[in-house]
């Protein structure tokens, strides 16, 4: 079935969402912003004197973990706040560049039509999130909590739980990387890997998410119910 198919599909079962509330990671998940990064990796390495990574590398270090590949170009840990805050203004300047992926804009739409609640947690910076989202979509998202530190996200999905009034049993975390599953685990929601982003498939499905995702018409067919469910 097509993506556009799909999503009808789902308008149309009026049955009971699977949880009340989506926690989308955004760089990877909703934001096409791979390719931007990969284009001032250089700049950066040079900038922060950690080591290059060249292009027959790139695919290889999708199979590590986030811990692994900061550890293989030789970013101490103390640099990375200064290094997000670098991106983040950099982006800022840029943000025409970036693009969500293809049918996100109609997941995000399909979801809050069929009572599922969004919110954004990334380590992005929230004016850079809503101006690549655009304010139809941002106006659809309950809450951003941004500007996370690389391993700080657990504490955001907490405050998103805790401000919006959500049980841990009704939210789901979606995200593109391994410190998405993991910082979902630590506070006990139950959490999915998308494999349109930045970590490949076998790094993702060895922590075992609660599902996977290969496009955004699987995440409205999991979370709707009408299809069969998108489980590693």
Known sequence: MSAPALTLAAAATGATPRYRLAIFDFDGTLADSGDWFLSIADDLAERFRFRRVD???????????????I????????????IARHIHKRLA???????????????????VANGVR???VTS???????????PALVAKIEMFECGASLFGKAPRFKRVLRKLGVAHADA???????RDLTAARKVG??????????????????????????????VIAFMLGNQHEAVA
């Open 172 to 178: 789901i975390s979606i995200g593109d990387e391994t």
């Open 93 to 111: 300047d840029e943000t025409d560049r970036i693009e969500l992926f293809d049918g996100v804009a109609a997941m995000i739409d399909q979801l």
């Open 189 to 218: 929601i139950d959490a999915a890997a998308v494999l349109w982003g930045y970590a490949n498939r076998n790094i993702l499905t060895a922590l075992n998410p609660d599902a996977v995702f290969d496009s955004p018409a699987e």
């Open 118 to 120: 969004i919110a954004v």
């Open 55 to 69: 292009s027959a590398e790139v695919e290889a270090l999708r199979g590590r973990t986030t811990r692994e590949v």
């Open 124 to 134: 992005n910076a929230e004016h850079n999130a809503r101006a690549i989202l655009g």
């Open 71 to 82: 550890r293989h170009v030789g970013i101490p840990r103390w640099k990375l706040p200064a």
